[in-house]
């Protein structure tokens, strides 16, 4: 299959909007907190079970992607977000199903498993094209699509939990929710299968600058290089810290502030679900957008250095101040979300362009372990602490020790960052050089 190729005078401005509708859609992944505890309740689940189907996504997600990565570098963006709309959306219709018959092990089949593996090849299917298109501003233009992946759950959060209201929390409400939310993202993500294009090849996009010249390494060569491992530790810490929030964000604050004055209640804690998700979403667009300016190492000390400081003020004074512990929370997931964004583009850097969507693919299954870290820490943890007895925010205090750990571990990983290895690189061909110089002279 050939990649549909963008003719004379095509808009790269309109590559952004086709990647959003993809990643919006799969999104709604960071909006699962709202559904487990209709689903605890339901099918009678603890937290670590009904985290379960969200874990298994992530870990699809890695996966798919670093499995699909070259596929996708082969058969182009449209084949690519055409399979993602499959899964993701026949996911859903799956879990529906399960929820409606009460057979948890459905949802966990269909949300965790295939609509994982649409949310691997839905969140590569872009990346590796915006960066083609917007090679002066690569951070900014994988932020601007990526940041749709951390903004999805600002719409699913309040339009779930509605659902919920509507329908009912019961195993046929679930059921009738997961129906709405299959159909409505088909039909969503359909309108980035039909507007998505790739560049022509040695063509200036709209006049501006054609792609830099830079390394050019192989995704088999790239796994073979100690900066490749490196951000691997790099991402895993940071989406670990992140995702140990993200995911049980609802229950979380609930847990915090249970013996306050002012408890919070099940629509506030769904509405702090939505601001995680804006922190999130402004943060793939503004920290990678100021990666472009400062350079990616450096904004990687920022994620992970001050993400430690915030783990460690919410673990000592969270409980004391709402205020506090929701702003400690927005920062850690800006860096989240930043982490995401700018990946891709800190691969460029090292990498190249030539096959850094693969690269970009393999590194995902830092995100598939992170993403059974980070739940399986918080709500393993807080299972025992509360067979041992305890409750409120002494569930989550050894927990946070453990993300401040990891943190550490990857700003250090970060400082062993170095230029790949030119015995690393393929040599450019010859077509290319001669059109740079055809440009310079």
């Not at 990649?3 to 095509?10: E, F, H, L, M, S």
């Not at 990678?288 to 990616?296: A, K, Q, V």
Request: one cysteine or more.
């Amino acid at each position: 299959m050939s990649p549909p190729v963008a003719p004379a005078g095509w808009s790269r401005w309109l590559v952004p909007p086709a990647a959003l509708s993809v990643h919006l859609s799969i999104g709604q992944a960071y909006a699962w907190s709202v559904f487990k505890p209709p689903l605890e309740s339901a099918l009678g689940l603890s937290g670590t079970q009904s985290a379960l189907p969200f874990q298994l996504g992530i870990v699809m997600l890695g996966l798919s992607a670093a499995f699909g990565g070259t596929l996708v570098e082969r058969n182009g963006p449209r084949w690519a977000m055409t399979v993602a709309l499959i899964c993701f959306s026949s996911g859903f219709l799956l879990s529906a199903l399960g929820a409606a018959t009460e057979q948890y092990w459905l949802i966990v089949l269909g949300y965790g498993f295939v609509g994982g593996i649409g949310l691997g090849i839905g969140y590569i299917s872009p990346v590796s094209t915006l960066i083609k298109w917007f090679p002066d501003r690569p951070g900014m233009a994988t932020g601007i699509a990526i940041m749709g992946f951390g903004g999805g759950a600002l719409i699913a959060s309040p339009w779930s939990a509605q659902m919920l209201e509507s329908f009912g929390s019961d195993s046929s409400g679930i059921a009738l929710a997961f129906l709405v939310h299959g159909l409505s993202y088909a039909v969503f993500m359909l309108l980035g299968v039909v507007l998505v294009r790739v560049p022509r090849t040695g063509r200036s996009p709209d006049g501006e600058p054609a792609a830099l010249p830079g390394p050019r390494v192989p995704a088999r060569s790239a796994v073979r290089t100690p900066q490749f491992w490196c951000l691997w530790i790099v991402l895993c810490t940071n989406v670990t810290a992140g995702i140990g929030i993200l995911e049980k964000a609802a229950p979380m604050i609930t847990d915090f502030f249970a013996d306050s004055s002012a408890p919070v209640s099940a629509t506030a804690a769904a509405g702090f679900v939505a601001l995680l998700s804006a922190a999130n979403m402004a943060g793939r667009i503004g920290w990678s957008s100021t990666s472009d300016l400062i350079g990616r190492k450096n904004i990687y000390r920022v994620y992970l250095g001050a993400g430690a400081l915030m783990y460690t003020l919410i673990a000592l004074f969270g409980d004391s101040s709402k205020p506090l512990f929701v702003l400690c929370a927005l920062v850690i997931l800006s860096f989240y979300g930043g982490g995401f964004a700018t990946v891709p583009a800190y691969l460029k850097d090292l990498f190249g362009t030539y096959e850094v969507g693969a690269i970009h693919g393999r590194l995902l299954t830092a995100w598939s372990t992170a993403g059974v870290l980070g739940p399986l820490i918080v709500n393993w943890i807080a299972d025992r602490q509360e067979e041992a007895g305890r409750h409120g925010a002494s569930l989550y205090g050894l927990s946070f020790v453990i993300m401040i750990g990891l943190l550490v571990v990857g700003l250090a990983a970060n400082e062993f960052v170095r230029p790949v290895h030119a015995r690393h690189h393929l040599p450019e061909p010859k077509e290319a050089a001669d059109d740079r110089r055809h440009q310079s002279a």
